[in-house]
């Protein structure tokens, strides 16, 4: 297991290299010149050509990749070319939303989607079955930003439970926490818990008809023991793959609830970047983003062998 490890750290050493010298090139082979917007439309040429100079957008492509390297490789991922702040505070300034909002949307998901899949594999064929299932093609239907503002007006605009938007940071208590991003946890928790409950559903019907699933049943175990301790067990590789995918896109893809709840996450910090073309802070977002990817998957990989016994690597 350690070696499979060791393996799999060093082959995610050449995807982060890909995946760097992708984004560098991208966003500078792209229409654009950031000396101009950092300038303005009054700026005269010999300004413009002072700022691509201390910037160093007049160096070559190669130039520029390797002096870029060798700040990421100690620690500096350079500053905003709007705001001067360094990238990384940024990034931590903005880092708590979007992660509180990640975890509190997979808890709600994983709370629902899984009880809801298994019920629905074991009573197959039911109305229960179509219920949740229907429950579920609602939820891939609704657009977030659609569910969001139907949550807001009934929670926050009609019956005045929560409040519209903003974000507190736990550490300011728990019930203010809780009450600012329960909404749009639940807002995002829609679509996965649809894709989760589908998936555990489907790994469900897999293994309920199995002889493992029959011996227990004859020995006389109760159906909850049955379902979550042998059926659940041996169907979770597909659901884990689901689950740990789904963190990913959530850390990522959080851009629309965001903007909806008027929380100061990734998500804003990631817009508001492209449209200045602020490189430094792209570039930092996007390597972030699949440096998660790439753990998630690691991690993955590795609870495959826990979860089920015959795996090995």
Do not use: C
Request: hydrophobic share 55%.
């Amino acid at each position: 297991m350690l070696a499979y490890i060791i393996r799999r750290i060093l082959a995610s050493i050449p995807v982060m290299v890909v995946v760097a010298l992708f984004v560098f090139l991208l966003l500078r082979l792209t229409p654009g010149d950031p000396a101009a917007i950092i300038a303005g439309d009054m700026a005269t040429p010999a300004q413009l050509e002072q700022i691509r100079q201390n910037l160093g957008l007049n160096e070559p492509l190669v130039t520029q990749f390797i002096t870029w390297s060798g700040q990421l490789l100690s620690g500096d991922f350079g500053r905003s070319l709007i705001s001067k702040t360094p990238v990384l505070t940024l990034i931590h300034q903005r880092l708590e939303p979007t992660l509180s909002l990640a975890i509190v949307t997979m808890l709600f998901t994983l709370l629902l989607s899984i009880p809801m899949g298994v019920v629905a594999a074991w009573r197959h064929g039911t109305l229960t079955d179509s219920a949740i299932m229907a429950i579920s093609v609602l939820g891939f239907s609704i657009p977030v930003f659609v569910t969001g503002y139907i949550l807001i007006q009934i929670f926050a605009i009609d019956m005045r439970i929560f409040p519209i938007q903003g974000f507190r940071s736990i550490f300011d208590g728990f019930r203010p926490f809780f009450e600012r991003i329960v909404l749009p946890a639940l807002t995002l928790a829609t679509i996965y818990i649809a894709l989760i409950a589908r998936m555990t559903r489907a790994a469900m019907l897999d293994v309920l008809g199995e002889d493992y699933i029959r011996t227990a049943r004859a020995k006389g175990l109760s159906e909850r023991i049955v379902l979550f301790r042998h059926a659940l067990r041996n169907a979770a590789v597909p659901i884990l793959t689901v689950v740990g995918t789904g963190f990913a896109l959530m850390i990522s893809g959080v851009v629309v609830t965001e903007s909806v709840f008027n929380l100061p996450g990734l998500g804003r910090l990631t817009v508001d970047a492209i449209l200045a073309r602020d490189y430094p802070v792209i570039q930092a977002l996007i390597l972030l983003t699949s440096g998660i990817y790439v753990v998630i998957n690691l991690l993955i990989d590795i609870s495959y062998a826990f979860m089920d016994p015959r795996i090995r690597y």
